[in-house]
């Protein structure tokens, strides 16, 4: 063995090493027992450094059939986001801090959008909105309050939202111990976060007491 290969080695063997990255799935159950969909679950690891933020992107929201689609979107801080009326109608945007946030937000808090309605053979109205702070927002219409979603904005690369069997895999978590956070948009004061260990191949079960509104079809 060389002087080189020898201090090559010994300095790859001083290098810090990186915690086993895991597989991490969680089910999230409604109030009734049944799976809980659009749940947004995060996992925060509570040893080591801040993990980078994921990077942002770009986004559509649709308005149609007087709907926010998706419904709940999960999305990197710096993402911009492109909200399409696709309703023959006029329809307006008001995003606010959701839950008790957007009760006690300010008149400048969020953003206000307005889109007119979708002409036959003409681009739909389009208006773009970039999302700076971490944290979930409620959207809605002034003009038809039955109009609600949600984006839950977040600098964690471990965030997902909840598939319709109330499932989220998150991927390439670090082992050890960690934070649980479960948000959801039918709730208004968020539960605290609970105590997590990522082993190799984590699932567990998490029930809540949040019981869905029924979306108009």
């Known amino acids: 063995m060389t002087t080189r290969t020898a201090a090559a080695l010994l300095a790859l063997a001083l290098l ?29 690891p509570v040893s080591g450094n801040k993990p980078a933020a994921p990077p942002p992107v770009q986004a559509t929201i649709q308005q149609l059939k007087m709907q926010f689609v998706p419904a709940t979107s ?26 008790l946030a957007g009760l006690n937000a300010g008149p400048g808090a969020g953003f206000e959008l ?16 970039t999302l700076a702070k971490a944290g979930p927002m409620q959207l809605g219409c002034h003009l038809h309050s039955s109009m609600r979603g949600f984006v839950f904005v977040t600098d964690s690369p471990w965030a997902v939202k909840t598939d319709a069997q109330g499932v989220a895999m998150l991927q390439d978590v670090p ?38 509104r029924r979306r108009r079809p």
């Open 74 to 99: 999960v999305l990197p801080v710096g993402s911009r986001v492109s909200f399409v009326n696709l309703d023959g109608w006029e329809h307006h945007v008001r995003g606010v801090p959701a839950g």
């Open 16 to 44: 810090p090493m990186a915690a086993p990255a895991a597989t991490v799935q969680v089910t999230v159950l409604a109030r009734d027992g049944q799976p809980l969909a659009d749940a947004v679950v995060v996992v925060e």
């Open 114 to 129: 307005r889109l007119d309605g979708k002409v036959l053979n003409k681009e739909p109205a389009t208006a773009d909105v």
């Open 175 to 212: 082992e050890g111990a960690a934070r649980l956070r479960v948000w959801h948009g039918e709730q208004i004061v968020e539960q605290p976060p609970g105590a997590l260990t990522v082993t190799s191949v984590t699932a567990l079960s998490v029930p809540t007491q949040i019981q869905p």
